[in-house]
Antibody
Framework: QVQLGQSGAEVKKPGASVKVSCKAS????????IHWVRQAPGQGLEHMGW????????VSAQRFQGRLTLTTDRSTTMAYMELNRLTSDDTALYFC?????????????WGQGTLVTVSS | DTQLTQSPSFLSASVGDRVTITCRAS??????LAWYQQKPGQAPKLLIY???TLQIGVPSRFSGSGSGTEFTLTISSLQPEDFATYYC??????????FGQGTKVEIK
């Protein structure tokens, strides 16, 4: 069965970087884009960007451009989200999600989320 | 960016009620819209994609409709497990596949 397993919670200081990993299993990794979505405490969902494991193509939301790096490792079916120059506003639950296929362009499977806390 | 506005932001309903949530897009997005359900402490769950197609395994009391700029999610008979927050998401305009702000459905 399709599963996305994320790395554990992180605590970072302002100005630091964080790298969250997402292990995909149960499907053909290169056949589906991986998206990243975050949710600040008590707030709604925010789409950050996506990565195409087949071509290496990637797009990031404008507000993260220059700070966000999305990558994958096809050999280990891992996806990574690295966010630099962290501030307290980056404190959130970060999710990876798989984009569906065969006409379903929505996010059909999600990781369990990784809490990133930015605090001095 | 394409903005999505959900209404209402909050609704109080009883088990068995018919519930409708609206999502309006700031520009036309054809039928590139999805609906998700999120319960506290959990990841979102896909309910509907392509505006009206039910995801496999989702109960048939959930339905979606609309195209262009106006969309609805309907729960025909609210069940206890349906009390959650619902989000729409547009899948049309890059770079950001924006979400609506969410609609929290609580027990009356």
């Amino acid at each position: 069965q399709v599963q996305l397993g994320q790395s554990g919670a992180e605590v970072k200081k302002p100005g630091a970087s964080v790298k969250v990993s997402c292990k995909a299993s149960g499907y053909t990794f290169i056949g589906h884009y991986i998206h990243w979505v975050r949710q600040a405490p008590g707030q709604g969902l925010e789409h950050m960007g996506w990565f195409n494991p087949n071509t290496g193509g990637t797009v990031s939301a404008q507000r993260f451009q220059g700070r966000l790096t999305l990558t994958t490792d096809r050999s280990t079916t891992m996806a990574y989200m690295e966010l630099n120059r962290l501030t307290s506003d980056d404190t959130a639950l970060y999710f990876c999600a798989r984009q569906g296929g065969n006409g379903n362009y929505a996010l059909d499977y999600w990781g369990q989320g990784t809490l990133v806390t930015v605090s001095s | 960016d394409t903005q999505l506005t959900q209404s209402p932001s909050f609704l109080s309903a009883s088990v068995g009620d018919r519930v409708t949530i609206t999502c309006r897009a700031s520009q036309g997005i054809n039928t590139y819209l999805a609906w998700y359900q999120q319960k506290p402490g959990q990841a979102p769950k896909l309910l509907i994609y392509a505006a009206s197609t039910l995801q496999i395994g989702v109960p048939s009391r959930f339905s979606g409709s609309g195209s262009g700029t106006e969309f609805t999610l309907t729960i025909s008979s609210l069940q206890p497990e349906d009390f959650a927050t619902y989000y729409c998401q547009q899948l049309n305009a890059y770079p950001t596949w924006t979400f609506g702000q969410g609609t929290k459905v609580e027990i009356k």
